[in-house]
Every structure is written in C-alpha cells, then in structure tokens.
C-alpha cells in the first residue's frame, strides 16, 4: 500500500482509539486545530496526557510525509518506529 | 527563501471556506514558518517534483503568485514547464484506494465517520486532479476540481456534496458542525455512485 495510504491508516486508527471514549465531541481529524478544537470542545487542558500523545502524533506523521518524499528511509522507519511507540501510549492514556 | 501564495485565493475562487495557501520554499530547516500555515519545501524537492511533472509542480507553475524572493528572482519562473506528467494512473489507484479505504471504514463504525467522509472527499478532488491533467491535459485543481470534468464529470447530489466538503474542513481546519451519523446510513446510494464514477474514470486512465 502506497505510504500515503498508510499514514491516513494511521490517522484513522488514533481517531478511533480516541473516539472509543464517549467526549461531548469526537476528535475529527489530527490537525493541530481539530486537537485544539477537541481539547476545547471536551474541557480537556492543552497540557493533559492525552493532548500532548495526539499533538506529538500529529508532529510525528507530518515529519512522516516530509520524509517520504525526501526518501530518506532510514529516518523514515525511526519515525514509523515513534509513531508506534506512541499510538501504544496513546491507548493506555484513553484506557484509564 | 522564497514564499508563493498559491490555491483557491490565486483562483479568485473566494468563499466562506477559503484559506489563504502559502509555499515557503527553504534550503533548510527554518523554524519561522508554521507547518499549520505553510507548505514547506526543500530547493530540492521544488526541482524533483518539477522533473516528475508532478501535479502539484503544474498547480504552482500554473497559478502560484510570488510574495517574497529574497533575491528578486522568481525562482518558480526560472524553472520553466515542469515535465510531462507520468504518474497518472499510479496517483489515481493511490486515490480510488484511499476512498475505497475510507468507504469501507466508514460502513464498520462510526468512530471517525468524519474523518472517513473528510478522506472521501479528499480522494474524490485529487482524483479529479490526476484524471484532468493526466488524461485530459487539463490543468484543474480547483477544490470542485471533480465537478468540472464536463461530460466526466461526478453527478451527486449537491447536499452529499456539500457536506463531505464541510466535513474536509472541519477535520482539516477544526472549522463547522459535523453531519449527523445518520447521513452516512442515509447516503449509502450516492456513496456507490462516487464508486462508480471512479470505477468508470480508473478503467479509462488504465487503458490510456
């Protein structure tokens, strides 16, 4: 699967960890103004866990498309390896 | 440096829904430009995706303004044509997966049924962008890009419509209210009509 693809697959996947909580309003995508728009929207602090996993996140997928179109592969993976690291965290965060 | 406005502002395609799309164009890694604000690109990148014919190179070369060149050239005149583009039907499966993806997420559950409809949206214009310029030569990147095929182009209600390019925005900008989860139960038929249109346009673009 093309490496856009993907990153749109990992998008998803944090949305619906996040989503499986009941908030007054779901998150609806992972740009810095939709998390600020869900902290917001839910009473949650910018500096809550759960908004630093999403913000860090959302850093991390972007540096992802800049370096794929650099191909830069072993940055690429590190990254990847991050990305996973911390949509792990980010299930713990939203299962407590 | 170099910083171009490009986009829909460049279009005098001017609504409600408008931002304003900045290229910021850096040897290096510059910490002044807001990733959330700029589109930031490399020299290098500038030139590759010139020599791929990329879309988005045809996109600059075809309507970017210059705001600020910090040596008075317009660096993306000096670039001339980009290349022919190749990739058309590699970015068109790349699309049609990325609705088909974001189709079949949506009908599962309804966990990022915005996101979902935002991603269907997205994958219906960019798809209507490779189509045009790829097999047309047309250069259309227009937000309604796939309402300006002429004889090709996406016949869907205009409310369906509306409200996947709404959800785009509220899951890109944080901007509107959400559609009802009742909308996707309720669209399910256009829904297979957007399929069928890229079905139709993916099997021209293979056979070109």
Not at chain 2, 93 to 107: A, M, P, R
Not at chain 2, 112 to 130: E, G, K, Q
Request: proline share 1%.
């Amino acid at each position: 699967m093309h490496e856009f693809n993907n990153r749109i697959n990992t998008q998803r996947e944090v949305l619906k960890i996040v989503n499986s909580q009941s908030f007054k309003e779901d998150l609806f995508g992972l740009s810095k103004k939709s998390i600020e728009r869900w902290a917001n929207s839910n009473g949650i602090l910018p500096d809550n866990d759960k908004c630093t996993l999403l913000f860090k996140i959302a850093d991390k997928l972007f540096f992802l498309a800049t370096k794929s179109q650099e191909q830069i592969s072993n940055e690429y993976k590190s990254l990847s390896t991050d990305i996973n690291q911390l949509i792990s965290s980010l299930r713990v965060a939203f299962n407590s | 440096m170099h910083i171009y406005a490009f986009g829909s502002t460049c279009r005098g395609e001017i609504d409600i829904n408008s931002d304003i799309d900045l290229l910021a164009i850096v040897d290096n890694f510059d910490d002044r430009f807001d990733p959330d604000i700029y589109s930031i690109y490399s020299y290098k990148r500038i030139s590759e995706i010139w020599s791929e014919g990329n879309p988005f190179a045809w996109h600059l070369h075809t309507e970017s303004k210059m705001i600020f060149a910090y040596n008075s050239t317009d660096y993306l005149k000096t670039l001339g044509l980009p290349s022919e583009y190749r990739n058309c039907k590699t970015d068109c499966i790349k699309f049609y997966n990325l609705f088909i993806d974001s189709y079949s997420s949506i009908n599962k559950n309804h966990k990022s049924y915005i996101f979902d409809l935002s991603t269907m949206f997205l994958a219906i214009r960019n798809f209507a962008t490779c189509y045009s310029l790829g097999i047309k030569n047309i250069c259309n990147f227009s937000r309604n890009s796939a309402l300006n095929l002429n004889g090709k182009s996406l016949n869907v209600s205009s409310d369906v419509y509306q409200s996947l390019l709404e959800s785009r925005i509220l899951s890109i900008r944080g901007k509107g209210t959400s559609v009802d989860r009742k909308f996707v139960e309720n669209n399910q038929h256009e829904f297979e009509m957007i399929k069928n249109w890229m079905d139709n346009l993916l099997k021209e673009v293979k056979n070109a």
